[in-house]
């Protein structure tokens, strides 16, 4: 299975990467971007042949090493 | 008393400790890898140096919070060994749930390298207590993610346990309430995004930074 995790910094948490991309957006002329956030996206392939396994793993990883839980969120996707 | 830094692959500020603490106090420090699952037995310290552990990637400690040392660092923390994460050690040491909350991108999004002055808040602290009347110290930071950040009950509760021991002056990072150090609910783990390592002899702008050191050392 193929996995992809998303990972963003909580509502709330300044996002200083967002800001001065919005600013400088602002600067070419999008006057009209607002909420610019900045996140990674983490894929990998997994040997699990099921999906509520693969997610499984792949949550038990978002815990414990690709998301700081104290100032981000995590989303993932699995695929064949 | 006898102290050990913890050596990541990057970290660049071992030596400067080595140096800091062995000349403030007459300590004796040993260097470990970490890739070691044991420190040396009987240490009063345990300094978790700056630098760029792991290359800062993913975030900024989050890989050297998993090295094999770390197990034997959070078992002496608890047998209340003083543990002392400065910079890139403090990240290391919120990564790896010793501290609570987490070191942002600083707000103005640029690295910042400059002596600061800090207000010391608790003077009674095992890491501050050297500082006698002292109500100032200079050291230098130098990081790109110093800001510290917690959510506000944390904070409320840090402020409320006399944990805040450092505060900047003048912020410099948009650290949340001019957070620069704090130490844990025992109180023998401290995270200082300052660097007393670059400010503990007169030569270079500061020796605040050995009064610091000291103040370990009284409690060793």
């Known amino acids: 299975m193929k996995a992809r995790v998303e990972i963003f910094l909580k509502p709330g948490v300044l996002d200083v990467q967002g800001k001065a991309i919005e600013a400088a957006l602002h600067g070419l002329g999008f006057a009209g971007v607002r909420g610019v956030r900045v996140g990674k996206v983490i894929t990998f392939d997994l040997e699990a042949t099921d999906r509520a396994g693969a997610e499984l793993e792949a949550r038990r990883m978002s815990e414990t090493l690709l998301a700081n839980q104290v100032i981000e969120t995590f989303h993932i996707e699995i695929a064949p | ?220």
């Open chain 2, 1 to 220: 008393m006898k102290a050990a830094v913890v050596v990541f692959p990057g970290s660049n500020c071992d030596r400067d400790c080595k140096v800091a603490v062995e000349r403030s106090t007459g300590a004796t420090c040993e260097l470990v890898w970490h890739a070691e699952t044991d420190l040396p037995a009987g240490l009063d310290l345990i300094i978790l140096p700056g630098g760029f552990a792991h290359g800062d990637y993913l975030r900024c400690g989050a890989m050297a919070a998993l090295s094999p040392i770390m197990a034997a660092v959070k078992g002496a923390a608890d047998r209340g060994v003083a543990v002392l994460g400065i910079c890139n050690g403090f990240q290391v040491l919120c990564e790896a749930g010793l501290l609570p909350g987490a070191l942002l991108r600083n707000a103005g999004l640029k690295y910042v390298c400059k002596p600061v002055a800090l207000t010391i808040v608790n003077p009674q602290s095992r890491f501050t207590r050297a500082y006698a009347n002292q109500d100032e110290a200079i050291m230098t930071i130098g990081n790109g993610e110093g800001n510290y950040f917690a959510p506000d009950p944390v904070l409320d509760r840090l402020e409320g346990e006399g944990q805040v021991v450092f505060r900047y002056k003048s912020n410099p990072n948009g650290s949340a309430r001019d957070i620069a150090g704090i130490v844990n609910g025992q109180g023998n783990v401290m995270g200082l995004m300052p660097h007393p390592d670059r400010a503990f002899e007169p030569e270079l702008g500061s020796a605040d930074g050995a009064l610091l050191f000291r103040s370990i050392a009284l409690a060793a």
